[in-house]
C-alpha cells in the first residue's frame, strides 16, 4: 500500500505544491517500478494524484521493466543503483555521485548520479524516469511536476540530472521551551516552531510530514531540528529526550529528510556529570562515542551533530586550551562508526571587545581562528562558514575563509529567515545575493567558485514556523523554495528558480498575475538595500531584535559592528596599509582589489574604507548625494510594489492577498523610517544638504 499523502489542516497554504500542480502526473496512467519506502513514497504521492484527477497507477517491484506505449509516465529504479539502497535522507552521507551509479542505461560515458540522481526521457509516447536510488526516484517525480504539461509532449532527449550538494541542509533555530528573550524559534519570523510547543515534542506531526514533503520538492535533505545555541532543556534532547527527536526523524524520512541535532559542547558536564568537556580526555571521548551510539539505536539515519561553540557565549575546546580543530575532532570520531558528520560553525570572534579600539574588528576573526588550521580536520567533519565575514547583512563581501581552506569540509551557510533583510515583514527575494556569493571566485578568475569549495555542502537557517502561511509573510516562501534550487544547482539562474517557484504556487496564473510577482520579487534585495544600510556598512538595526533603524544602535558596543561616522566622512578602514588589516585576508587579485578606495567595489566601499562624504562613487555622485537618492529611491521602490500587489487582488486567493497587502503596508512604514532616521542622521552629521532640495529632517 502507498503511503498517504499528508493533508494539511484547514486553513493551511498549500505553498508550492497545491493539487493542481499533480493534474499533469494525476490524470495520466503511470508505472511506478522498484521497492522500498521511498518507492512507496512516490507511489503514494502518484495515487493521491490519480484520485484526484482519474488516472491511473501500477506498482511493481521488480526494477527490471520496460518502457512501455501502455504507460504515459514510468517511474524507476535501477536495478544497479538498488530499489533499497541508502543515499543521503536514508543512509551514508557522500560526496555527489560517491554513491552508486546508473546501471546497464547508457554507455560508458554516462555520469555517476549517485543515489539521488535520475535521468528523464520521452520516448514513443512515454515519459521515463529512471533513478539510480530511490531518493533519486522521489526527485525525479518532483521534476516531472515541476514541468508540468511539458513533461509529456514531443520527445525529450535524455537528460541527466543530479544535485550539485550531497548534503542540502536547514538549521531549525527552534527552541525546545520558549527563551524568555528569543522565544520560540529564535531570529524567526513565521510564528512558533513546528517541531516544539510547551516545551515538548508535538504529537501531531501531520504538518511536519508536509513540511518534508515541501523540502524534497525543491531539493533539501536534511534537517537541524534545534537552536544552534543549545539552553538547559535543549540539551537533554542529545540523551533521555532523544525519543522525541527520533519521532520527529521517522516523520521526515518518508521524503528522504535526514534529522541532525544541534548539541552543547559541554554536554558531558551538563548531561554527564563529568567534570570537564576536555576535548582530549578519555573519559570525556568516551562519553561522546557512547552517547552516539544510542543516538544512531534510537535514529539509525542520523545525519549527526551541530555544534556552535566559543561563540556568543556558548561553551567550547578554548576553555581547555585546545583548538577548533580537537573539538570536532573529538565529536567527528565520536560520529564516524555510525557515518555522521559533525557540522562545526565557524562563527566564532570576540563579542566582549573593547569599542574604543579600532585594531579589533570582528570581519577577521573567523580568518584568523580557522585558516591556520587547514587540513586538521578530520574527514566527516564539516566547518560551516557564513557566507559573509559578519553576520548575514543586506551586503558584505564573500567571506576569504571560504577561500583559505582547500583541505577541509566547507558548508557554505546562509540565512533565509531574514533576520538582517526586514524579518519577512518586508519581500526581499535573497536569491540574486546568494547566487553572486556561490558564484564568487576566492581566488581569482578561471579558479573554483564558492559553490564547488563547498564540498560538504550548502546550509540555511530555516525561515518557516507554524503560521498558515508557513514564512509569515506568504512571498518569503520564495526564498526557501530557491534556497533549495540552488542548493540543488548553485549556477542555476536564480530569476528561472523564482519562474519556477511562481508556476507551482500558482498553477493556473494569468501572465499578468505571473509579470506582477516577478514585479515586485525580481528587485526587492536591490530595494530593500537601497533604503537601509547603505555601501556595504551594516548593522545600522535597532540592538537585539534588529528590526528596524538605528544608525548607532550598535555603534558603541561590545559586539563589534561599527561604521565609524563622523564630520568628516563614514566607514571601516579594514586596508592593509593603514586599517584592521582585514583586506590582506582575501587572494592577491581580490585583496589588491580592495585594498584601495580607488579600485573597490562601491557597493562594498563602506565596508572596506572610511572615506568622506564627497568621495566621488562611479556614478558620479558624492557618497552623501548617494545615500539620500538611495534612500528616496527605496521609499518609492517599496510603494510601487505596495500598488502592483493591491492590483492583483482579482488574481490571488483573498487570504493570501490579503496577508501580503498587511505586510507591504508595514514595509513602506518601515522604509519611509529607515529614509528619514538615515538620511537626517547623514545630513546633521555631514552638514551637507541634498542637493535635489528635498525634505530631509
Known amino acids: 500500500m502507498p503511503l498517504t499523502v499528508p493533508v494539511l489542516p484547514e486553513g493551511i497554504d498549500p505553498a508550492w505544491l497545491p493539487p493542481e500542480t499533480f493534474r499533469p502526473v494525476g490524470s495520466r496512467r503511470t508505472l511506478v517500478d522498484g521497492s522500498g519506502p521511498l518507492v512507496d513514497t512516490v507511489h503514494g504521492e502518484v495515487a493521491h494524484a490519480c484520485a484526484q484527477f482519474g488516472g491511473e497507477v501500477v506498482v511493481r517491484g521488480s526494477g527490471k521493466s520496460d518502457a512501455s506505449s501502455s504507460y504515459d509516465l514510468v517511474l524507476r529504479v535501477a536495478e544497479a543503483g538498488g530499489s533499497g539502497d541508502s543515499g543521503p535522507g536514508l543512509g551514508g552521507l557522500g560526496e555527489p555521485g560517491s554513491l552508486g551509479g546508473l546501471g546497464g542505461l547508457g554507455g560508458p560515458g554516462d555520469v555517476d548520479l549517485g543515489a539521488d540522481g535520475f535521468v528523464i526521457e520521452r520516448t514513443d509516447g512515454t515519459t521515463i524516469v529512471t533513478a539510480s536510488g530511490q ?54 519570523y513565521a510564528g512558533g516552531s513546528l517541531f516544539w510547543q510547551n516545551g515538548r515534542a508535538r504529537k501531531e506531526l501531520e504538518r511536519v510530514r508536509a513540511y518534508a514533503r515541501l523540502l524534497a520538492a525543491c531539493g533539501i535533505n536534511a534537517v537541524s531540528v534545534n537552536n544552534v545555541n543549545v539552553h538547559e532543556t535543549e540539551a537533554y534532547l542529545l540523551t533521555v529526550r532523544i525519543g522525541e527527536v527520533a519521532d520527529t526523524a521517522r516523520t521526515l524520512r518518508p521524503y528522504g529528510i535526514r534529522t541532525h541535532l544541534s548539541v552543547t559542547f559541554a554536554a558531558p558536564v551538563v548531561l554527564g556529570g563529568l567534570s570537564t568537556a576536555d576535548p582530549l580526555d578519555e573519559s570525556v571521548r568516551g562519553w561522546w562515542a557512547e552517547a552516539a551510539r544510542k543516538v544512531y539505536s534510537a535514529i539509525p539515519d542520523f545525519g549527526g551533530f551541530v555544534v556552535k561553540a566559543d561563540s556568543e557565549g556558548q561553551p567550547g575546546p578554548f576553555t581547555y586550551g585546545r583548538s577548533h580543530a580537537d573539538g570536532a575532532n573529538m565529536l567527528a570520531a565520536a560520529l564516524a562508526p555510525h557515518g555522521g558528520t559533525v557540522h562545526w560553525r565557524a562563527f566564532v570572534y570576540d563579542h566582549r571587545q573593547d569599542w574604543r579600539d579600532r585594531s579589533t574588528d570582528r570581519a577577521r576573526a573567523a580568518y584568523d581562528h580557522f585558516a591556520p588550521l587547514d587540513g586538521k580536520f578530520a574527514d566527516n567533519a564539516v566547518l560551516q562558514v557564513k557566507h559573509g565575514p559578519m553576520d548575514f547583512q543586506v551586503r558584505e563581501p564573500v567571506s576569504p575563509v571560504l577561500g583559505a581552506l582547500p583541505h577541509t569540509r566547507v558548508a557554505v551557510e546562509v540565512q533565509a529567515t531574514q533576520e538582517y533583510t526586514g524579518q519577512q515583514r518586508h519581500v526581499c527575494w535573497l536569491g540574486p545575493m546568494w547566487s553572486e556569493a556561490l558564484r564568487f571566485q576566492p581566488e581569482g578568475e578561471q579558479r573554483e567558485r564558492v559553490a564547488e569549495l563547498a564540498r560538504g555542502g550548502l546550509v540555511a537557517v530555516a525561515n518557516v514556523g507554524d503560521d498558515p502561511f508557513w514564512t509569515g509573510h506568504p512571498l518569503a516562501q520564495a526564498n526557501l ?95 592593509a596599509a593603514t586599517g584592521t588589516g582585514y583586506a590582506a585576508q582575501y587572494a592577491k587579485p581580490w585583496a589588491e582589489l580592495y585594498e584601495s578606495a580607488a579600485s573597490c567595489p562601491d557597493e562594498l566601499l563602506l565596508f572596506f574604507h572610511h572615506v568622506p562624504y564627497g568621495h566621488v562613487l562611479r556614478s558620479g555622485k558624492t557618497v552623501v548625494q548617494h545615500i539620500y537618492d538611495t534612500h528616496f529611491e527605496g521609499v518609492e521602490e517599496a510603494e510601487e510594489a505596495r500598488r502592483v500587489w493591491a492590483g492583483l487582488a482579482d488574481l490571488v486567493e483573498p487570504a493570501w492577498h490579503a496577508r501580503v497587502a498587511e505586510r507591504y503596508e508595514e514595509q513602506v512604514r518601515g522604509a519611509r523610517e529607515w529614509r528619514d532616521q538615515v538620511n537626517s542622521y547623514f545630513l546633521r552629521k555631514s552638514g551637507i544638504p541634498d542637493g535635489r532640495g528635498r525634505t530631509i529632517y
Not at 135 to 150: A, D, K, Q, S, T
Not at 157 to 162: F, L
Not at 163 to 180: E, F, I, Y
Not at 489 to 506: G, N, S, Y
Open 135 to 188: 531518493p533519486g526516484l522521489l526527485y525525479g517525480l518532483f521534476h516531472v511536476v515541476r514541468l508540468g504539461e511539458n513533461a509529456f509532449r514531443g520527445t525529450r532527449a535524455r537528460e541527466a540530472h543530479r544535485p550539485s550538494k550531497a548534503l542540502r541542509m536547514l538549521d531549525h533555530w527552534d527552541n525546545v521551551a520558549v527563551h524568555p528573550v528569543m522565544g520560540q524559534v529564535e531570529r524567526g
Open 481 to 575: 523554495y530557491t534556497f533549495g534550487r540552488l542548493a540543488w544547482q548553485p549556477d542555476a539562474d536564480p530569476h528561472r528558480i523564482l519562474d519556477e517557484w511562481i508556476a507551482l504556487t500558482f498553477p493556473t496564473a494569468s501572465e499578468r498575475l505571473a509579470a506582477g510577482l516577478r514585479a515586485v520579487l525580481h528587485g526587492s534585495w536591490r530595494t530593500y538595500e537601497k533604503y537601509t544600510a547603505p555601501l556595504g556598512v551594516g548593522f545600522m538595526v535597532q540592538p537585539g531584535h534588529h528590526y528596524g533603524p538605528s544608525v548607532d544602535g550598535y555603534e558603541y558596543s561590545p559586539w563589534g559592528t561599527y561604521h565609524f561616522a563622523d564630520r568628516d566622512g563614514i566607514g571601516v578602514d579594514r586596508s
